[in-house]
């Protein structure tokens, strides 16, 4: 049971954050949804690389009297959660500046205002 | 190996680099002169061009080719991160080339009073890298990496009019939208990666089992992708982020739209290729499931791009939804191709539908340039201001009226010749489809008529009294994309024998795309 | 090269552009019975809106609009759905992708 | 944003080399320790923004010209690609690890094992690590410094 913990948590984050975007009206909370999302799934990946007392997988400077590569854990998920904090801070970067700038220009936050694109 | 061989050889990673150098290059060689970095990105996008061209000559004769990053010697290619090109992926890398060379080219004159420009340039080269790199890629999560460059440089580049709320408005819905579809994509890969340690499409190919997980992932796939190929009902960004962004920058994001429909082409034929016959629930196999429900699902893109576009009188917008409903005609032929697999009509509409995606790129392209040449002229959007411009602008009504009759599917231009593979290889499967795609042409038609006579015909407007032709480089871009649709409604076999052809049978039979990369140890 | 084979029909530009010609030949044989009585400069050339003076250009234009007035208004029940369902809320763009995701599901769960 | 007090200034001023100079070791180790380009950058980043924080926002723009930051952007990233192009030139494959094993610089080849990490190692990644650090030390502080800026100076209420 313990182990399938962090997966509900996954689960549990992006409805969350899917709750935030689809109902929440403000912008900051639906860029924070989107946040939210993203954590659930990086959380996902990396869950899936763990392996229970595993190392750092780096060839050197491992703790002595540990066997390789059994007891690391997968270096893949790792670099694949990494990629994706970038790209997350690029987006999350690029969707606070442009809520500043409907601020100045719609003079409001509420999503339901912001629709002068529509039909 | 002579010189040729080694360029032919490096091509595939040559074509990301040189975009992606330039891309960096563009905001200190725009410190030196802007006559210089105009040149400097249609020099870097046609070397990228030539290199394509010389990949393309090798892949169409030789078949496909990987290249494999940072190993010396091409062992154990399955961990590696890795380009598999093959004719589907040449063919959908020229049309993202065609693009992005006519957009530069239209933006010299288009832009040239904008500020802020290096920044445009370098967000587009960057859009340029992520379409191709998406069309190249042969690791899944690679694809979501340039997914991800895909959607955060035309999110900024659809903000480039930072002084309009609208475009701001629009690039915060397709942001938003983008950012959660490439979550999900992410989702996806992580449980393909959970279940067989792979990330390598061909790796995961053949050893997909078709679970309940891989249901989960074929889904989310599906979903995702579609929404970013602009499938109704999730379409609603599209015409939002197509009618806001300038004409020029929309070009590169119908290629990057482009690259999510071959997303979902590689999802389908490649990924799911050998589970699509295989696995049966209630005598019905997979393929049937998925070619039905993207039929319906193009049913109703076509329905709601057409009425929708009825009544739009902001002319980019108007053109955003006939987009959504072009899309719809592609997904119609591979739904077609998907319910049908084996028959023979299913091969003819992969055909009609990957040629549907060159004339797509040619005629909303042209159709966007001309709304950014009656733009960049008037400064009005709206067809209810504008009218009687054919006394002033005769040769872009010439060009729309060629973009007009191609894309409602009249002959003898290109549109014709795609739509007609996909009516008659739809009226097998089932009448109806036909005669309701056939219909939607029809409005299509009825659609460009209004426009063509709103804003070309009518008495000449005392406000628009001083209006002249627009810029030379804007001419000479609709003139590139207005003969190519001629070309190509003339010689329809010529493209269909050599791209198109090789093309479907790529993905069709995803067995070579498998033991190019699995066979290779 | 010019006949595109679909395996249930064809298609060749040329055999559609040599009957358009012809046909466009048989019209101009049919335009030459008829009499040149077009004389430029009068008032031949004005248009005649029953007597009625010509307004500005401004107010002649039909606005692109109005143009399919009739087809609008005779869909009035299909474009108050289709404008009800195009919000423009953000939100609701999501709504939408999260329905057909779950439509989806259902759908490949039964099947 | 306006200035802080003395106390928050004085303790900036303190935190600021240490955090600058971990982020660079972050970098610097990137191919032995977790960490790399992009970590160790972003704590450089965080410094500055304390400086931010500290000082207001329009007295770093003063000094730091948003141009020059682009710059400095763009440089790191071409170095990334030029890493990877000279791996073409010198071992026939992009992003090749020419370095490695070469004996040069950062070209030593390590041993496998519980043993202590050599700087010496890693062939080119180090150098793509410099070029990612430069490219996200110039682009997060410039995100930060323009939002920072822009909120602070025109006025939120027209």
Redesign the interface.
Same mark, same amino acid.
């Given at each position: 049971m313990i182990e399938y913990i962090p997966f509900i948590a996954v689960v549990a984050m992006v409805f969350i954050g899917?709750y935030a975007?689809?109902?929440?009206?403000n912008l900051i909370k639906?860029v924070i949804g989107i946040t939210i999302i993203e954590s659930g799934v990086n959380l996902f990946l990396i869950t899936l690389g763990y392996r229970e007392g595993g190392v750092a997988p780096i060839y050197t400077g491992l703790p002595p009297g540990t066997t390789y590569p059994e007891q690391m854990v997968l270096p893949v998920p790792q670099a694949l959660t990494l990629t994706s904090i970038v790209i997350g801070v690029a987006v999350l970067a690029l969707m606070l500046s442009l809520v500043m700038h409907i601020y100045r220009k719609y003079g409001t936050l509420d999503?339901?205002k912001?629709?002068?694109?529509?039909? | 190996m002579t010189l040729e061989e080694i360029l032919i050889q490096h091509s595939p990673a040559l074509v990301i680099a040189i975009p992606l150098l330039s891309a960096f290059l563009m905001p200190l060689i725009s410190r030196i002169n802007a006559k210089l970095r105009n040149v400097f990105a249609i020099a870097m996008l046609g070397l990228t061009g030539c290199f394509i061209w010389l990949l393309a000559t090798d892949v169409l004769t030789s078949g496909p080719r990987v290249y494999i990053f940072g190993a010396k010697n091409l062992t154990i290619p399955v961990v590696r991160i890795l380009f598999e090109v093959d004719s589907i992926g040449i063919f959908m890398a020229i049309i993202t080339i065609m693009l992005a060379i006519i957009a530069v080219i239209y933006s010299w004159s288009f832009m040239n009073e904008q500020d802020g420009l290096d920044k445009y340039y370098t967000l587009l080269l960057l859009l340029v890298t992520s379409a191709l790199g998406m069309e190249f890629t042969g690791d899944i999560f690679n694809f979501f990496v340039f997914l991800e460059i895909s959607c955060i440089a035309s999110c900024a580049l659809i903000a480039f009019w930072v002084t309009e709320g609208e475009a701001l408005e629009a690039a915060?819905?397709y942001i938003?939208?983008s950012a959660?579809?490439a979550l999900f994509v992410l989702f996806a890969i992580g449980v393909l990666y959970a279940q067989y340690d792979a990330l390598n499409i061909a790796t995961l190919a053949q050893a997909l089992q078709y679970t309940f997980l891989d249901?989960?992932v074929?889904?989310?796939l599906?979903?995702v992708l579609g929404?970013k190929a602009g499938l109704a009902?999730?379409h609603?960004?599209l015409p939002?982020a197509y009618g806001r962004a300038p004409p020029s920058v929309t070009l590169i994001i119908i290629s990057a739209t482009l690259a999510s429909f071959y997303g979902v082409l590689r999802v389908i034929f490649t990924l799911y290729g050998n589970v699509l016959t295989t696995s049966m629930?209630?005598d019905?196999p997979l393929h049937v499931?998925i070619g039905w429900?993207l039929i319906v699902?193009a049913i109703v893109s076509i329905l709601?791009g057409v009425?929708?576009a *009825?009544?739009q009188?902001d002319f980019m917008r108007l053109i955003g939804y006939t987009a959504v409903a072009e899309v719809g005609y592609m997904f119609l032929a591979i739904g077609t191709t998907v319910a049908a697999l084996g028959a023979?009509?299913a091969t003819?509409a992969l055909q009609?539908g990957i040629l549907h995606l060159l004339n797509d790129a040619i005629d909303i392209g042209l159709l966007f340039l001309v709304a950014g040449a009656i733009y960049y002229v008037t400064k009005k959007r709206? *067809?209810?201001d504008i009218?009687?411009l054919a006394r002033t602008m005769k040769y872009t009504t010439v060009f729309f009226i060629v973009a007009l009759l191609a894309v409602a599917g009249m002959?003898?231009l290109n549109g014709?010749?795609s739509k007609?593979?996909i009516y008659?290889?739809v009226y097998?499967l089932n009448p109806i489809l036909s005669i309701v795609a056939i219909l939607c042409s029809i409005l299509l038609l009825?659609i460009f008529i209004?426009?063509l006579?709103?804003?070309f015909l009518?008495?000449? *407007?005392?406000?628009l009294k001083d209006v002249k032709e627009a810029p030379k480089s804007m001419l000479l871009a609709m003139g590139l994309f207005a003969g190519l649709a001629i070309l190509i409604?003339?010689?329809?076999?010529?493209f269909?024998d050599t791209l198109v052809k090789p093309a479907a049978d790529a993905l069709l039979n995803h067995a070579q795309y498998i033991t190019m990369v699995i066979g290779g140890i | 090269?010019?006949?595109?084979e /679909?395996?249930?029909?064809f298609?060749n530009?040329?055999i +559609?552009?040599l009957i358009v010609f012809i046909a466009f030949l048989l019209f101009y044989g049919i335009r030459g019975f008829g009499k040149n009585i077009h004389k430029k400069g009068t008032e031949q050339t004005k248009a005649f809106l029953s007597g009625n003076k010509e307004s500005a250009?401004?107010d002649?234009? %039909?606005?692109? /609009?109005n143009?399919?007035w009739g087809?609008?208004t005779s869909?009035k029940a299909? #474009?108050a759905g289709?404008?009800k369902?195009?919000?423009?809320?953000?939100?609701? #763009? $999501?709504? +939408?992708? %999260? %329905? %057909?995701?779950a439509v989806?599901?259902i $759908?490949?769960?039964v099947? | 944003m306006t200035e802080m007090t003395k106390i928050v200034k004085t303790i900036a001023n303190i935190l600021f080399p240490f955090t600058v100079l971990f982020g660079l070791y972050v970098i610097a180790h990137g191919h032995l320790t977790p960490g790399g380009g992009f970590q160790g950058g972003a704590v450089v980043a965080s410094g500055c923004a304390l400086l931010l924080v500290a000082y207001s926002s329009g007295w770093v723009f003063e000094r730091i010209k948003e141009k020059r930051l682009a710059t400095f952007e763009s440089i790191g990233a071409i170095g990334f690609i030029t890493v990877a192009l000279l791996g073409l030139m010198f071992s026939m494959v992009f992003f090749g690890n020419f370095l490695a094993g070469s004996n040069l610089l950062f070209g030593t080849t390590p041993a496998t094992g519980s043993t202590l990490a050599n700087f010496n190692t890693g062939g080119v990644l180090p150098l793509m690590n410099f070029a990612v650090g430069v490219k996200v030390i110039a682009g997060l502080f410039v995100i930060v410094l323009v939002m920072a800026y822009a909120s602070s100076v025109r006025g939120w209420d027209q």
């Open positions: 899917l975007v689809m109902f929440r009206r639906i999503v339901r912001i629709r002068r694109l529509k039909e | 915060f819905k938003v939208v959660i579809g249901k989960i074929l889904i989310l599906l979903v929404m009902p999730m609603m960004w939002d629930r209630f019905f499931i429900v699902l709601i009425i929708m *009825l009544i009188s023979p009509y003819v009609g709206s *067809l209810d009218g009687g002959p003898p014709f010749t007609f593979l008659e290889s097998q009825a209004k426009v006579y709103a804003a009518g008495p000449e *407007l005392p406000a409604g003339l010689f329809p076999n010529l269909i | 090269m010019f006949t595109l /679909s395996g249930s029909g298609w530009p040329l +559609w552009i250009p401004e002649m234009h %039909v606005k692109a /609009s143009l399919y087809f609008t869909m299909l #474009y289709l404008r369902m195009h919000t423009g809320n953000t939100s609701d #763009y $999501i709504l +939408w992708f %999260v %329905v %057909v995701l989806l599901f $759908i490949f769960g099947m | -």
